[in-house]
């Protein structure tokens, strides 16, 4: 299999698009068995360049466009998580998919990503366990190093 190929690359005369990485992936979904279905997500980054304004201000608007999304159909928010950087001041994605998921009713939270290395497995396995519960099985878990 050439790189960065995938299972649903092997099925011949079928598709897969990938649009990152901004939009979740897309696919045919008839190789699936199910109708054709595209759906958007956006990868949701807390970006607080130079410090220029109130931390505040960056949640509030980040709060503001992913209500937006719920409202208008979107498929999922994506949280990314940084340490130790104004390159996105978020440290923790499942408090924060926490958040998102008590003012949402719709859109799937994904963690983009738990960052393994930081965490004891059986405490992430729990946190994503838990988010899960209180999303209400809306959560889309990535995992990363």
Same mark, same amino acid.
């Given at each position: 299999?050439?790189?960065? #190929?995938?299972?649903?690359?092997?099925?011949?005369?079928? #598709?897969?698009?990938?649009?990152?990485?901004?939009?979740?992936? +897309?696919?045919? =979904?008839?190789?699936?068995?199910?109708?054709?279905?595209?759906? @958007?997500?956006?990868?949701? @980054?807390?970006?607080?360049?130079?410090?220029? @304004?109130?931390? %505040?201000?960056? $949640?509030?608007?980040? @709060?503001?466009?992913?209500?937006?999304?719920?409202?208008?159909?979107?498929? =999922?928010?994506?949280? #990314?998580?940084?340490?130790?950087?104004? $390159?996105?001041?978020?440290?923790? +994605?499942?408090?924060?998919?926490?958040?998102?998921?008590?003012?949402?009713?719709? +859109?799937? +939270?994904?963690? =983009?990503?738990?960052?393994?290395?930081? $965490?004891?497995?059986?405490?992430?396995? %729990?946190?994503?366990?838990?988010?899960?519960?209180?999303?209400?099985?809306?959560?889309?878990?990535?995992?990363?190093?």
């Amino acid at each position: 299999m050439r790189a960065g #190929a995938n299972s649903y690359d092997r099925i011949p005369g079928r #598709a897969v698009y990938r649009l990152l990485p901004y939009i979740s992936w +897309i696919t045919n =979904a008839s190789v699936l068995g199910v109708d054709t279905v595209m759906k @958007f997500g956006v990868l949701q @980054f807390f970006s607080w360049p130079g410090r220029r @304004f109130p931390l %505040e201000q960056v $949640y509030e608007r980040a @709060f503001n466009r992913i209500d937006m999304m719920d409202k208008t159909g979107y498929d =999922a928010v994506w949280l #990314a998580e940084h340490h130790f950087s104004t $390159y996105s001041v978020c440290p923790s +994605i499942h408090i924060m998919g926490a958040h998102v998921a008590a003012h949402t009713r719709n +859109i799937r +939270i994904g963690t =983009a990503v738990s960052l393994a290395s930081f $965490y004891h497995p059986l405490r992430l396995a %729990e946190e994503v366990a838990l988010l899960d519960q209180l999303t209400h099985g809306r959560v889309n878990w990535g995992a990363g190093r």
